[in-house]
């Protein structure tokens, strides 16, 4: 939008659409066009967006200006101007545009935390900062829930799982008048946890991190000890029925696991970190 006037350089411009059709121009989301100050050129230029909430039609727009002196009144829709001043009035047609489409976001990834949360994360599929993520039980209808707002960052923290659950969690995009469709469910199983730390105070296991082999020292005999990926998947397990033992870890690619250690009908996960392989 351009405006032109051969006194603007002591003037001030304001311009309005009434994009709401209640015949008034609201100041908090009407305005297309705001120099309040004087301007230095004769000719202005100002661009602005149309929400996609905004319905195709003819809208009225409202072009305002008015002398710089001191002590002249702030520019509104329909104030009054008691010096030098010129009100325009104009139809202005608003018409459909295209809807882009949203991108689905792709690689959704959990990784289970030590407290019983994980942390969801997901590559966007395009550059929307808004996303909507829904998560339950294994099989549940992503349709059925209410989703949670994420916005700027790809990534959300899941705090009220329980424990020894399949769960499921799905993300989709949203985008200036469309929504993506859900992502794919990235799966994950949550591990025990548990509180007996009485049971197992100077339990000892090392190296952490380690390349081939972790000892482990109980207070207990040890039934069993098992390895889990981050997302709850069980790849090792061992059953020593001593106190003392030592596991091979070294066919694990190199990354963050939970172990679980089992002693008669106690249970505790401590965090393992294998390195090279």
Known sequence: MTVKNIQLPEARVKAWIDFDDD????????IIMEFSNGIDESTVTAQFDISYNVAPGVYRMRVRLNTDFYMAPTITGCNDMPFAGETEDYLVEIVAGEILPCPTPTD?????????????????GGD????????????FDPDAETPVAV????????????PQENYEVYVRALCPGNVSDWSEAAAFTTVYVSTDDDAFRG????????GKTVSLTSPLAMDEVVIFTPTG??????????????????????GVYFMEVRSDNHRKVYKLVKEGR
């Open 151 to 162: 916005w700027d960052i790809p990534s959300h923290v899941l705090t009220d799982l329980q």
């Open 128 to 139: 929307e900062g808004q996303w909507e993520l829904v998560y339950g039980l294994e099989g």
């Open 108 to 124: 959704l990834g959990v990784e289970l935390q030590e407290d019983l949360s994980a942390e969801v994360s997901w590559i966007p």
């Open 203 to 210: 339990f000892r296991y090392y190296p952490n991190p380690t």
């Open 23 to 30: 015949k008034t121009f609201n100041e908090q989301e009407e």
């Open 233 to 254: 998947q069980k790849v090792l397990s061992f059953h020593p029925e001593s106190a003392q033992t030592v596991i091979d870890v070294s066919t694990l690619p190199s």
